[in-house]
């Protein structure tokens, strides 16, 4: 499996608004809605085609995403490529130069594995890989 893009994640401030414009004006499903407690955010997932937009709404104002949206407003905040091996991933990224967000991998609520690659590795977008063995 070649990496591909599994979604792309839009900060927003107000979730509920943000779905009358992706899910009633565009007409995408809500497959997804849940929070996200160790990232501060809850979160919605919409399918378009064979990718995913995920919207991120902060809980507080605490946390990378409020941050985001405090310094530069809602927007694309990351985009996320699934690669079948995260440790092969990182390796490569490493021997590379690149700077990722933590030594190890996070794990998320459905058990899949993803760490973050820093914008300034990745040419100004902060990049997400998720591990994805299927």
């Known amino acids: 499996m070649k990496p591909t893009i599994h979604h ?5 401030r107000d979730l509920d608004a943000a779905l009358e414009f992706y899910r ?6 809500l497959t997804e809605r849940r929070e996200a407690p ?3 955010v809850e979160i919605a997932f919409l399918p ?3 990718v995913e937009i995920e919207l ?3 809980q507080s104002s605490e946390g990378g995403v409020a941050a985001f949206i405090e310094k530069r407003g809602e927007g694309l905040h990351h985009i996320c490529v699934a690669v079948p091996d995260i440790e092969a991933a990182m390796a490569q990224l490493q021997a590379s130069g690149a700077r990722l967000s933590s030594e190890s991998p996070r794990v998320d609520v459905h058990g899949t594995r993803y760490i ?8 100004g977008v902060l990049l997400e890989l998720y591990e994805m063995t299927t």
């Open 48 to 50: 378009a085609g064979g």
């Open 8 to 12: 792309i994640a839009i900060a927003v």
């Open 116 to 123: 973050f690659v820093h914008p300034q590795s990745a040419h």
């Open 56 to 58: 991120l709404c902060p």
């Open 38 to 40: 160790e990232e501060g």
């Open 24 to 29: 009633d004006g565009l007409g995408l499903e």
